[in-house]
């Protein structure tokens, strides 16, 4: 009988600091990366302009379905035209607290072919399923894609647009 193998997953840490500067704001820094200053959003008294902890969280759940598409782009050897996404978080009273209860991302995905928008498809659904950002949240994340062919130079809508 054949020895199964395992395979061993490795732990990663990320690391970042904030430092207060005065009111309800603050600078993020990590070790090679440009400061980012931080405030509440306005609605909480925070200063307008500058980036809230809510608007980072609802970017990196956006920012992490576009990393893992593209991964899985790359392996399938999948030609992409064009990946714009817009996300909306939706921060409520809920369970006696404030949180974010919903993000739903929606990518707009130009490929170049008719066909290839069947593997984007896959690959889309795939990116989202494993995305390791929305797998950290108890938030919802919906998903709700838009899908593009470029057929000489003149990009046609495809029949894959997904309601929530």
């Known amino acids: 009988m ?3 193998t395992r395979k061993s997953h490795q732990k990663f840490c990320y690391e970042t600091s904030i430092e207060w500067r005065g009111r309800r704001r ?7 990366h440009p400061s980012l200053e931080v405030s509440s959003p306005p609605e909480f008294k925070g200063e307008p ?11 990196a759940v956006n920012s ?3 990393m893992t598409f593209l ?3 790359e392996r399938e050897e999948l ?9 909306e978080g939706l921060l409520e009273h809920s369970e006696g607290k404030y949180r974010i209860t919903e993000v739903v991302l929606k990518p707009d ?3 170049n072919s008719e066909e290839d928008m069947l593997l984007a498809r896959d690959i889309l659904e795939r990116a989202h399923r494993d995305c390791i950002i ?3 949240l108890r938030a919802t994340v919906k998903l709700v894609p838009q899908f593009h062919a470029e057929v000489m130079n003149s990009p046609t809508s495809a029949p894959f647009t997904e309601a929530p």
């Open 49 to 59: 302009g500058l980036w809230s902890p809510e608007e980072l969280l609802v970017a």
């Open 79 to 87: 030609e992409l035209a064009r990946f714009a996404s817009t996300a």
């Open 134 to 136: 929305s797998n950290s």
């Open 26 to 32: 603050g600078v993020v820094s990590a070790l090679e």
């Open 71 to 73: 991964a899985y782009a």
């Open 64 to 66: 992490c379905l576009l």
């Open 109 to 111: 995905l130009v490929v």
């Open 2 to 4: 054949p020895e199964q």
